[in-house]
């Protein structure tokens, strides 16, 4: 029978899928039978016919769409690659726990939990503070506090199960040899770098992201996108540009909010509020994080109240679709499109390459 504690880790840190928000979502559940798939078409078949004898091949429509192609070979190879790591990683952990005759959930709270130690209660009340404001009448801080207490120390056991698993996998010597698909040519997209950015304009690299505030897929990307930061110091220029769904209503005010704050130079201090704050995005609680991140709220709430912003958004926007991007996060790393809330090792094999001496 599997350990819940170490089958819900490994699904969290290895088995998830790396995706992003778009209108065609997958269905959720799938069916679980296992079907056989036939053998392609030679690229001179004819695929259809029409008017005077005039047809399409294989080969011609394949050509066609050979982005899209492309990427679901990719995703299909991080699956499997995402597969194995969850499955290896349950396999270790049910290993070592044997080894130090502890159960699953014994191992992860020795390894995981009890070396994250509690918030300190200053910081617990500071976030409660910050947060009344939202919360339902009559809330005290004694009945939110365990909830507050699972917010702040959430992201560092994740980041501690993290190490701990890669000292299993270190010790192990696991060996990934699932192999890759073949990489299509690279394909520059025309993207101007207009917007927010942090990182030196002289930067050999320079990332440009469409990213919608209200999109869960692009709330994790971030945790990446700091992991890229810090391994390549003074080499990436990070830009941002806003790309609100159609779907997710309260997404292009949030990106208004985030102008207004740049306005007074708190644009990624608000960038990093609203990804926190997600579920709580509505026009009240914007303003809201504006008092707490001191903003003057008078210059700030004209800003929002106006729509002003909004047409920076909606050239965003247009500048995303016209580049190619239908869903969030889409990244541009000197024109490269990485599609999505993909792994670290995505990026770090476009950046190597793009600072590699040309020949």
Same mark, same amino acid.
């Given at each position: 029978?599997?350990?819940t504690?170490?089958?819900?880790?490994?699904a969290?840190?290895?088995a998830?899928?790396?995706?992003?928000?778009?209108k065609?979502k997958?269905?959720?559940?799938?069916?679980?039978?296992?079907?056989?798939t036939?053998?392609?078409?030679?690229?001179?078949?004819?695929?259809?016919?029409?008017?005077d004898g005039? *047809?399409?091949?294989?080969?011609?429509?394949?050509?066609?769409?050979k982005?899209?192609?492309?990427?679901l070979?990719?995703q *299909?190879y %991080?699956?499997?690659k995402q597969?194995i790591e969850?499955?290896v990683?349950?396999?270790?952990? %049910?290993?070592?726990?044997k080894k130090?005759?502890l159960?699953?959930?014994?191992?992860i709270?020795?390894?995981v939990?009890?070396k994250?130690p509690q918030?300190?209660?200053?910081?617990?009340k500071?976030?409660?503070e910050e947060?009344?404001?939202?919360l339902?009448p009559?809330?005290?801080?004694?009945?939110v506090?365990?909830?507050i207490?699972?917010?702040?120390?959430?992201?560092? *056991?994740?980041?501690?199960a993290r190490?701990?698993?890669n000292?299993?996998k270190?010790?192990?010597?696991?060996?990934?040899?699932l192999?890759?698909?073949?990489?299509?040519p690279v394909?520059?997209? %025309?993207?101007?770098?207009?917007?927010?950015?942090?990182?030196?304009?002289?930067?050999?690299?320079t990332?440009?992201?469409?990213?919608d505030?209200q999109?869960?897929f692009c709330?994790?990307?971030?945790e990446?996108?700091? %992991?890229v930061?810090?391994a390549?110091?003074?080499k990436i220029?990070l830009?941002?540009?806003?790309?609100?769904?159609e779907f997710?209503?309260?997404a292009?005010?949030a990106?208004?909010?985030?102008?207004?704050?740049?306005d007074q130079?708190?644009f990624?201090?608000?960038?990093?509020?609203?990804?926190?704050?997600?579920?709580?995005l509505?026009?009240?609680?914007l303003?809201?994080?504006?008092?707490?991140?001191?903003?003057?709220?008078?210059?700030?709430?004209?800003c929002?109240?106006?729509?002003?912003?909004g047409?920076?958004?909606q050239?965003?926007?247009?500048?995303?679709?016209?580049?190619?991007?239908n869903?969030?996060?889409?990244?541009?790393i000197?024109?490269?499109?990485i599609?999505?809330?993909?792994?670290?090792d995505?990026?770090?094999?476009v950046?190597?390459?793009?600072l590699?001496p040309?020949?």
């Amino acid at each position: 029978m599997r350990s819940t504690s170490s089958t819900i880790l490994a699904a969290l840190l290895a088995a998830s899928l790396f995706s992003g928000c778009n209108k065609e979502k997958a269905p959720a559940t799938a069916p679980t039978t296992t079907t056989t798939t036939s053998a392609e078409p030679t690229p001179d078949t004819v695929v259809a016919t029409f008017g005077d004898g005039q *047809k399409i091949t294989f080969g011609e429509l394949n050509d066609r769409i050979k982005e899209p192609l492309a990427n679901l070979e990719k995703q *299909k190879y %991080q699956l499997r690659k995402q597969g194995i790591e969850g499955f290896v990683v349950e396999k270790l952990v %049910q290993a070592e726990a044997k080894k130090r005759n502890l159960t699953e959930e014994q191992l992860i709270k020795a390894e995981v939990d009890d070396k994250i130690p509690q918030p300190p209660e200053e910081e617990l009340k500071k976030m409660y503070e910050e947060a009344k404001d939202r919360l339902p009448p009559g809330t005290t801080y004694e009945q939110v506090k365990p909830q507050i207490v699972d917010f702040l120390s959430g992201s560092k *056991k994740q980041e501690r199960a993290r190490e701990f698993f890669n000292e299993l996998k270190k010790t192990a010597n696991v060996q990934i040899t699932l192999p890759e698909p073949p990489k299509p040519p690279v394909e520059r997209k %025309q993207v101007a770098a207009t917007g927010a950015a942090k990182g030196p304009d002289s930067a050999p690299i320079t990332i440009v992201e469409f990213s919608d505030f209200q999109c869960p897929f692009c709330s994790r990307a971030n945790e990446t996108v700091d %992991q890229v930061l810090k391994a390549y110091p003074d080499k990436i220029r990070l830009v941002f540009r806003h790309f609100p769904l159609e779907f997710h209503q309260q997404a292009p005010k949030a990106s208004e909010a985030s102008l207004c704050a740049q306005d007074q130079g708190k644009f990624w201090e608000m960038h990093d509020k609203l990804f926190a704050n997600q579920k709580a995005l509505e026009v009240p609680a914007l303003k809201g994080y504006a008092k707490e991140l001191g903003l003057d709220t008078g210059k700030f709430d004209k800003c929002l109240d106006s729509g002003e912003k909004g047409s920076i958004v909606q050239t965003d926007l247009a500048d995303g679709k016209k580049a190619g991007v239908n869903g969030t996060p889409a990244f541009f790393i000197n024109g490269i499109l990485i599609s999505g809330a993909q792994p670290f090792d995505e990026f770090k094999s476009v950046i190597d390459a793009e600072l590699q001496p040309k020949k």
